[in-house]
């Protein structure tokens, strides 16, 4: 595992835990990427944890289910019963 996934699953752990101290750990990862020579990853890290956080918004838009398709659902169920 490299460095920028490294940091970002740690950055992300921090975020999900406390949303509401998102921007401190943003400025804490900074000054720790400066104090070991690797702020060139930053923009790399902040990239794929914009990709981590679209991932879980996707799913979680996917695991919602509306009253239509709970209705598809079990029409097709009932459907299936009458046929077998």
Do not use: C, D, W
Request: without cysteine; positive net charge.
């Amino acid at each position: 595992m490299n460095n920028v996934a490294q940091y970002t699953r740690a950055l992300n752990e921090l975020v999900t835990k406390n949303p509401e101290l998102t921007k401190k750990y943003f400025q804490n990862l900074r000054h720790v990427l400066g104090r070991r020579g690797h702020t060139k990853l930053l923009s790399r890290i902040y990239a794929e944890y914009e990709r981590m956080e679209l991932k879980k918004k996707r799913s979680e838009q996917y695991m919602h289910i509306t009253p239509q398709q709970e209705q598809t659902r079990v029409l097709l169920e009932l459907y299936r019963k009458l046929i077998s």
